[in-house]
C-alpha cells in the first residue's frame, strides 16, 4: 500500500512537501514515481526516483522546482515542490513497481501499485 499527504492549497510562489509512505513489501527494491492528473487532462510523470537514490527524472515543466528523493529506512519518498504556479493544481499520486537497480521507471505503464493522491491547489 501507498500512502500520499502533504497537498493543500498554496499561493503562487509557494512551496509543499508531498510524502508517500509505503507498507507492505521490500520498499527499497522499488522503484518510486511521482504522478499528477488535472482536471480534464492525462495523468503525467512528475518526477521518478530509482532504488538507492543515484538516478532520477523530472519532466520539463517541474524541473529546477520539484525535486525527489526517497529514505529507505522510513519507506517514505518525498516530493519537494517549490515556486508553486497555478498550472500545478493537479491530484498527485505516488506510484511503486519492482525494478532493478539501475532502472529509471518513466511511464504509467511501468507502475503496478499506487496511492490514492493528495491534492494540490495553486492560487494565483
Known amino acids: 500500500q501507498l500512502q500520499a499527504s502533504g497537498g493543500g492549497v498554496v499561493q503562487a510562489g509557494g512551496s509543499l512537501r508531498l510524502s508517500c509512505v509505503a507498507s507492505g513489501r521490500t520498499f527499497s527494491r522499488d522503484c518510486i514515481g511521482w504522478f499528477r492528473q488535472a482536471p480534464g487532462k492525462e495523468r503525467e510523470l512528475v518526477a521518478a526516483?530509482?532504488?538507492?537514490?543515484?538516478?532520477?527524472a523530472y519532466a520539463d515543466s517541474v524541473k529546477d522546482r520539484f525535486t525527489i528523493s526517497r529514505d529507505n529506512a522510513k519507506r517514505t519518498v518525498y516530493l519537494q515542490v517549490n515556486s508553486l504556479k497555478p498550472e500545478d493544481t493537479a491530484v498527485y499520486f505516488c506510484?511503486?513497481?519492482?525494478?532493478?537497480?539501475?532502472?529509471?521507471?518513466?511511464?504509467?505503464?511501468?507502475?503496478?501499485?499506487w496511492g490514492q493522491g493528495t491534492l494540490v491547489t495553486v492560487s494565483s
Open positions: 506510484a511503486a513497481n519492482d525494478c532493478i537497480l539501475s532502472n529509471l521507471l518513466v511511464t504509467s505503464h511501468d507502475y503496478s501499485r
Open positions: 526516483i530509482n532504488r538507492n537514490s543515484a538516478r532520477s
